[in-house]
């Protein structure tokens, strides 16, 4: 049996996605995973309360808040990595 030439390869045209601003990024991520912008709201929070606390000479409560922003700063980075996790996985599928 004899081969013939290989048939001529055509170009498959690449996917074209449509562009999308700041904000329609912001709301289509937010949706996708919505515990990383309460965490970074929730560790913005307490760090104003801890550094006004602190303004105000409260140091006990100033010291807890800064402990409570470490907690927060750490939920978010949990949500960050439980949300690449889901993405990565579902993109598996």
Do not use: H
């Given at each position: ?44 929070g ?37 949300g ?10």
């Open positions: 049996m004899e081969a013939g030439p290989p048939p001529p390869l055509e170009p498959i045209p690449l996917p074209t996605f449509a562009e999308e601003g700041f904000a329609e990024k912001f709301m289509r991520k937010t949706r996708e995973n919505p515990l990383v912008p309460l965490g970074c709201l929730s560790t913005v307490v760090l104003a309360y801890g550094l006004l606390s602190f303004r105000k000479g409260n140091t006990r409560r100033s010291q807890l808040m800064m402990r409570a922003r470490v907690v927060a700063q750490g939920f978010t980075f949990a949500a960050l990595l439980g690449m996790v889901a993405t990565a996985i579902k993109s598996r599928q």
